[in-house]
């Protein structure tokens, strides 16, 4: 059974990677993209650079082993033609010397030709290696280059998407915005001066109306009174002519209508009193509160 606070120990670290991640911003991590890949081609030319180096160095170490394999082969050539002309002087011991001689510069001979045997085996090795460690670097350093302009094609995007975030967030904050409640609105002023204006436009309307309700009247109260008043100067003529006077009009000219005293008017329906005295003009008066019509009465005196 696992260690449950390892396994806790490994969730908090995925769950902290995951949200630096998504936090992260991405210039940043664009950066270290970018960082990585130049480390890693440094890494791969480093490495080359020194799989090249030991082919340089066999290389080295194979010409110095030819030289030496050149230099025992005429020292060893050299002590047998020393010991060839001993034997032929008659010299043994001389001929031995130079014989053991030759025999060592033979046995060191053999042993550098073996070097360099294994020394061409490992040049040969190492020269492919540096071959493909050239073709690692060149592909390393184009990829870089791909890598970089990817990086600045990348940049270049997170810039603006950092800017139209920015754009976005400013509208938004704008839209959050709200008016100042302490200072009024044009709405707000607008539909007060509307108000009142709207108010006095229908207290003139009323007041006009009453205006012209009381002008109305007035000129019906004066109509019925010019009526009135006609009537009276009409039936005044028909009657003029039974008056003993001539003319003039006489209180009740039918005998069998009462007789109304002198200075009596006529009742209008509105209120108004028209009387009419013997060899006098009309006069007019209002009444207050009177309904119905009064009769014309005529006086003499």
């Known amino acids: 059974m ?13 769950s902290l990677d995951q949200s630096i991640d998504e936090n992260a911003d991405p210039q940043i991590q664009i950066r ?8 890693q081609h440094q890494q791969i030319s480093q490495q080359a650079a020194a799989v090249i180096g030991n082919k340089n160095q066999l290389e080295m170490k194979l010409n110095r082993l030819i030289e030496e394999q050149q ?7 050299q002590a047998l033609t020393l010991a060839d002309q001993a034997n032929a002087q008659g010299d043994a011991i001389k001929s031995q010397e130079f014989s053991s001689t030759a025999e060592i510069y033979a046995t060191q001979l053999v042993s550098v030709e073996t070097q360099l045997e294994e020394t061409k085996t490992l040049h040969a090795q190492a ?13 390393s350093e184009a990829r870089l280059k791909q890598q970089l302009a990817e990086a600045d094609q990348l940049l270049n995007q997170a810039r603006q998407a950092k800017m139209q975030e920015s754009a976005t967030k400013a509208m938004d904050t ?9 200072v009024p ?14 108010t006095a436009m229908g207290a003139q309307e009323l007041l006009e109306n009453s205006v012209g309700d009381r002008l109305a009247e007035i000129e019906a109260a004066s109509n ?24 003039q009009l006489t209180a009740g000219s039918d005998s069998t209508s009462p007789q109304l005293p002198a200075g009596t008017g006529m009742n209008t329906g509105v209120g108004t009193n ?28």
């Open 2 to 14: 696992a260690n449950p606070f390892s396994k806790g120990w490994k969730y908090l670290q995925a």
């Open 32 to 39: 270290q993209a970018v960082e990585g890949a130049k480390k």
């Open 71 to 77: 230099k025992l082969a005429d020292k060893t050539r």
């Open 127 to 139: 020269t492919q290696n540096a071959e493909q460690a050239k073709r690692q670097v060149q592909q």
């Open 174 to 182: 704008m839209n959050q915005l709200k008016p100042d409640d302490s």
């Open 185 to 198: 609105t044009l709405d707000h002023v607008r539909a007060k001066i509307e108000s009142r204006y709207a």
């Open 224 to 247: 019925d009174m010019k009526a009135s008043a006609k009537l009276a100067e009409i039936r005044a003529q028909m009657h003029g002519g039974d008056s003993a006077t001539g003319g």
């Open 274 to 301: 028209t009387g009419v005295d013997a060899g006098t003009t009309p006069q007019s008066g209002f009444g207050a509160g009177n309904t119905g019509t009064g009769s014309a009465g005529v006086g003499g005196t």
